[in-house]
């Protein structure tokens, strides 16, 4: 299938495509003008995303010329491109449920997010023969051109702290069956290739040099005594995919607005939980950033933002479900990356295996994790 002007006349069709434009321009009688589409992003990694798309032109209101832009976000069942256990189903609750980006924007629960927090503008969505569908979305432009100072991730960690507070220690809210549900389980069980990673290959112990990682594999091997442990904590409502490029910084008249792109994987997890992926962005991003400061600062900022909602937990306990799950979310799935790329079944354009040659994340999150587990009732 191919995605130009064709297939949006063939899909939206022109009074859809009108609307969004009018929505994004904030132009009630705008006229379209010349238009077009461009792809940004998309084709690689999971397969519910077919591709991110930039469809934008200039339209005329009365006299004038109005630029406007807008998101298009091809979404697809995984069973399109012959997977399965990838969230294809009719499984509401699977980590990966296809549908659930389309659902999140559909309901009530982003007008809630708490201040500080919110998403792109929602201009529509239109199904697509053979489970697809389109997402139509505002584009947002990062105010530091997607390099934010130190500073910058600590606020975006106390406005993710404010949305893990607002529903922490309830059950997932009934309006949102669509959430899912035992995400950290479901992922360990995704991945069994790293019991058999060769960890003596050069490729491996560069990524994973042995004497950073003890506690890392230990955990490993440990996991289900790990998930016991996890499983019980206060859960709340999780963005659940929080690296940096999925935040975009908005200067508004109450202050800086952290914009959370992406929320397909929006699920029920550990009070916590939303901090690793936030942590290794800003870690890996800031030049010749100590981990242990921007852990610590991070994590201050996410317990202040838990406070700023209410929630008064233990401090220990979130900071053991942040450690523990940033290492399962991650290092297996970069261990996992490893397997594919020794075994010929993938490159790795995102250059995941390349070592950092700064201390390894996953390992002294390991660490962490072990020094708080008993702890941890």
């Not at 032109?57 to 399109?80: D, F, H, M, T, Y």
């Not at 937990?313 to 990356?337: C, H, K, N, Q, W």
């Not at 993938?346 to 390894?360: F, I």
Request: charge should be negative; aromatic fraction near 10%.
């Amino acid at each position: 299938m191919t995605f130009d002007e064709a297939f949006i006349l063939n899909t939206v069709g022109l009074p859809g495509l009108t609307d969004i434009a009018r929505q994004a321009a904030g132009v009630a009688n705008l006229t379209l003008g010349t238009w077009g589409i461009k792809q940004i992003a998309g084709g690689l990694g999971n397969p519910v995303s077919v591709g991110l798309f930039r469809v934008e032109g200039v339209g005329r209101a009365g006299s004038e010329q109005r630029p406007w832009s807008a998101i298009l976000k091809i979404i697809q069942s995984p069973a399109n491109v012959g997977q399965t256990n990838l969230g294809e189903g009719d499984d509401p609750t699977h980590w990966n449920y296809w549908r659930r980006e389309v659902l999140v924007y559909q309901s009530s629960l982003l007008p809630t997010l708490p201040t500080g927090l919110i998403a792109p503008r929602f201009f529509g969505m239109n199904e697509l023969p053979g489970e697809m569908a389109c997402l139509w979305l505002e584009e947002v432009i990062d105010d530091y051109q997607d390099v934010w100072p130190p500073e910058r991730y600590a606020l975006t960690a106390r406005h993710l702290g404010r949305l893990n507070g607002q529903y922490a220690g309830e059950q997932p809210p009934a309006a949102f069956p669509w959430l899912g549900r035992g995400r950290l389980r479901q992922w360990r069980d995704l991945f069994p290739v790293w019991q058999i990673i060769p960890w003596q290959h050069p490729q491996v112990s560069a990524r994973y040099p042995e004497a950073e990682t003890v506690n890392m594999r230990r955990l490993l091997r440990d996991s289900e005594a790990f998930l016991l442990r996890l499983e019980p904590l206060p859960h709340t409502l999780c963005h659940g995919d929080t690296y940096p490029t999925n935040f975009k910084s908005r200067r508004a008249a109450g202050g800086e607005q952290t914009v959370a792109l992406d929320w397909a994987l929006a699920h029920f997890g550990p009070v916590g939980y939303d901090l690793g992926g936030l942590v290794l962005g800003a870690y890996l991003n800031i030049a010749d950033s100590n981990l242990a400061e921007v852990d610590r600062e991070l994590f201050a900022a996410y317990m202040a933002g838990l406070r700023d909602s209410g929630y008064a937990g233990d401090p220990l306990t979130v900071r053991f479900a942040y450690a523990a799950s940033a290492v399962l979310i991650i290092a297996l799935s970069e261990l996992a990356m490893l397997h594919f790329v020794l075994t010929g079944v993938m490159t790795d354009p995102r250059e995941a295996t390349a070592p950092t040659q700064r201390p390894n994340f996953e390992g002294a999150l390991a660490d962490i994790a072990y020094e708080l587990l008993d702890s941890i009732r």
